[in-house]
């Protein structure tokens, strides 16, 4: 089985832009789970989604926006960009029943400048 | 809520030596315990889990963990270093089956000497 890919894998953007990350899941997994890793704050987590639904969600601003389509694959949205939203953003897949047990993607790095 | 302390932020051991990682956690239910691992430029790998079935638990890479409820651990060993054991180690707590958000402790780096 093919991991959890997410897309890009590294990313610039400037303060104020907006900026779309891409996840897929493994095949058959439903539950998607966005994290954000930085020195500072170490692992974070941001929300998950199952079934196209947002399940839980993490103590982070409005800026930061998740969806869910219906193959599973997730994207995670952050608007107005803060110096300090650069950061490894970390997506994982979960099977039914499993629940911390993930799987998780390479990471997309986006330094924000 | 859940939450997981690790102690140590470095461990280091020389190669063929006992490696031993500290993890406590606070739960107000019963916790599901997770050991995950990082190489340099990668996503976590789910080393071993404990899910209230054995309180000893195996994983890969010859990694295992004992669950102990009167102390509040889940203490990560590997009884041999190798040199690729060099990562950085996260424990992780979760409330259950049906709790999918993860709570990581800050991370232990494992440097091995030769």
């Known amino acids: 089985k093919a991991g959890v890919t997410q897309t890009p894998r590294y990313l610039i953007k400037t303060r104020g832009q907006q900026v779309t990350l891409s996840c897929s899941p493994i095949?058959?997994?439903?539950?998607v789970s966005w994290y954000q890793q930085t020195p500072g704050q170490g692992l974070q987590f941001l929300f998950e989604y199952f079934s196209e639904t947002q399940r839980n969600k993490g103590n982070f601003p409005g800026r930061f926006s998740g969806r869910q389509f219906s193959n599973s694959r997730s994207e995670m949205n952050v608007s107005t960009l803060e110096l300090g939203d650069s950061a490894l953003y970390l997506c994982?897949?979960?099977?039914?029943?499993?629940?911390?047990?993930?799987?998780f993607g390479p990471g997309t790095r986006l330094t924000v400048t | 809520a859940q939450s997981v302390t690790q102690l140590g932020s470095h461990v280091s051991v020389s190669e063929g030596a006992l490696v031993l990682l500290r993890c406590n956690y606070s739960s107000s239910v019963p916790p599901y315990l997770f050991w995950y691992v990082q190489y340099p430029n990668q996503g976590l790998q789910l080393l071993l889990k404990y899910t209230s079935a054995a309180t000893l638990v195996k994983g890969i890479n010859g990694f295992e963990a004992e669950f102990k409820k009167s102390e509040t651990s889940f203490h990560l060993t590997k009884p041999s270093a190798h040199m690729s054991d060099a990562a950085e180690y996260f424990c992780a707590v979760s409330a259950g089956s049906n709790d999918y958000k993860l709570s990581f402790g800050a991370g232990t780096t494992v440097t091995v000497r030769a």
């Open positions: 994982a897949s979960s099977s039914p029943g499993t629940g911390g047990e993930q799987y």
């Open positions: 095949s058959g997994h439903r539950s």
